[in-house]
């Protein structure tokens, strides 16, 4: 049987085949992950409409593969505007019935197109590899792309375990008992901005980035308030945990993202202390504060998920210690046009 002639179309957020294109995205999360809910539509429908809106930090664009008047291909590309201008960030996926027949390639061949037309040099994306042979990783090869960073991914089944989280609790309170632990969903206190700005800034350099062509990114309090409303818009609560010194100021903090359409999945998000903050087990204070929050706010979720570098011992010990267990990794990858 031949395949039928496909062709690539633009589309956004406010389009009739959108709905299909979160389709697309659905199947082929279910086809890597089938335990997994994928990502509900009105994430990728809230993020179209932020790329698509003025004054924001990124825009992007995206497209569709159809054949025979079906959506079957999904592309989106992301273009960072207040940092990191020389980069295009892609996302590709195909429906899992119809791979194998070069859409996959036609629709990277369009995105490196389009990032070349707005002057990117370097493109990146990330391949979910819930196990070896995850046909990401092969694709990403085949056309030449060079693979950066590999990040394990753990996930911790709830309930967490009492004792092991009293116990992490106790010995990290003692040895960091001059700072306040404070927390808050979805909008991070006015007095604590500025400084959530700067730890958001340190992700971007002190957390591992293999060999990812990145730069520092740049954030300051509006940008911190566009990324919550961007939270907000996509259905998400945020929880998050800081630790805050005795003259008030923010130095760690840690998030943890549920999706509100499905609520029995979180994701962690971020986490960060200050480097001349390190070495007092703030870290694992402040993610057993964040699992307290998380169990008295959102008694549904079952599972969190989290994803770091093997190089980032510390993290990963804090994981280890609170009961996160091997699923997985995500690869990231990039290509120099
Ligand atoms: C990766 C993905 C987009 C590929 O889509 P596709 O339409 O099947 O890709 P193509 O048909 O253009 O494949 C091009 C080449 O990649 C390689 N390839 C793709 N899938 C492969 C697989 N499952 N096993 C081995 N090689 C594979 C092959 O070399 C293939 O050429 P060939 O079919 O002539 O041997 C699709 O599998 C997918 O949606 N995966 C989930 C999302 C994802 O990982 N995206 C990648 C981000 S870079």
């Known amino acids: 049987m031949t395949a039928p002639a496909s062709r690539i179309v633009e589309l956004g957020p406010g389009d009739d085949p959108f709905t299909s294109w979160c389709r697309v995205w659905a199947a082929a999360q279910r086809a890597d992950r089938p335990d997994d809910p994928p990502r509900p539509a009105q994430e990728h429908v809230a993020l179209g409409r932020e790329l698509a809106a003025p004054g924001g930090s990124r825009d992007g664009v995206h497209r569709a ?21 020389s980069l295009a960030v892609l996302d590709v996926a195909v429906h899992p019935a119809h791979r194998r027949r070069g859409l996959g390639s036609d629709l990277l061949a369009v995105g490196r197109a389009l990032a070349t037309e707005r002057g990117r040099t370097v493109l990146i994306a990330e391949v979910d ?31 967490v375990d009492e004792d092991r989280l009293s116990a992490l609790e106790a010995e990290a309170a003692r040895t960091s008992a001059g700072y306040r632990i404070v927390t808050w969903r979805d909008r ?16 971007t350099t002190d957390a591992p980035h293999g060999d990812l062509p990145v730069e520092e990114e740049e954030w300051d309090g509006e940008r911190i308030r566009e990324h919550e409303r961007s939270h907000v818009a996509r259905g ?3 929880l998050s945990t800081g630790a805050v010194t005795g003259d008030g ?15 029995e999945r979180a994701h962690q998000g971020g986490t960060l202390v200050l480097r001349e903050h390190r070495g007092r087990r703030l870290g694992a204070r402040i993610k057993a504060a964040v699992l307290r929050d998380l169990a008295a706010r959102f008694p549904e979720v079952r599972r969190i998920s989290t994803y770091n570098s093997e190089s980032n011992t510390p993290m990963v010990a804090v994981n280890e210690a609170l009961g996160f267990r091997l699923a997985g990794q995500l690869s990231s990858w990039s290509l120099r046009l």
């Open 129 to 159: 590899e819930a196990a070896p042979g995850a046909p990401g990783r092969t694709f990403a090869e085949r056309h030449g792309w060079a693979c950066d960073l590999t990040e394990t991914r753990r996930d911790l089944v709830l309930p």
């Open 65 to 85: 593969a159809v054949a025979d008047g079906a959506v079957v291909g999904a592309l989106r590309v992301i273009f960072p505007l207040k940092d990191n201008t």
């Open 249 to 263: 100021r923010l130095v760690a903090f840690t998030d943890l993202q549920v999706s509100l359409g499905q609520p």
């Open 236 to 238: 998400r609560a945020v």
């Open 188 to 203: 991070t206190p006015d007095p604590l901005l500025e400084d959530r700005a700067l730890l958001e800034r340190r992700m």
